[in-house]
Nanobody
Framework: QVQLVESGGGLVQAGGSLRLSCAASRRTVGFYAMGWFRQAPGKEREFVAAMSGSDGSTYYVESVKGRFTISRDNAKNTVYLEMNSLKPEDTAVYYC?????????????????WGQGTQVTVSS
């Protein structure tokens, strides 16, 4: 079992930045794929970014490319999502997830463990 704890959400004005953190309870970072998803009210959970567990390659949904960066700190067993140039449409609850597979996926059903979520609100 893996517990994931997200932090770093909050309220920010459009154009601002936030950094989300996801700390895993045991060694997963650097081995398994890690993903960030978000869910806005009334919408389905959406893939945001992922990092492969095998080679650390990264993947992003088109709407956040160039603004968001996923990274990891293996020693701290933590994955980050740096979010810049935030827009009101980025407002959502953000979740980190771990897949028991080094390969990354954009399908949330491929992920086995989820954090509790952290709210990100971007005001216009």
């Amino acid at each position: 079992q893996v517990q994931l704890v997200e932090s770093g959400g909050g309220l920010v004005q459009a154009g601002g930045s936030l950094r989300l953190s996801c700390a895993a309870s045991r060694r997963t970072v650097g081995f398994y794929a890690m993903g960030w998803f978000r869910q806005a009210p009334g919408k389905e959970r959406e893939f945001v970014a992922a990092m492969s567990g095998s080679d650390g390659s990264t993947y992003y949904v088109e709407s956040v490319k160039g603004r968001f960066t996923i990274s990891r700190d293996n020693a701290k067993n933590t994955v980050y999502l740096e979010m810049n140039s935030l827009k009101p449409e980025d407002t959502a609850v953000y979740y980190c997830a771990v897949s028991r597979d080094p390969k990354w996926y954009s399908d949330p059903f491929k992920y086995n463990y989820w954090g509790q979520g952290t709210q990100v609100t971007v005001s216009s």
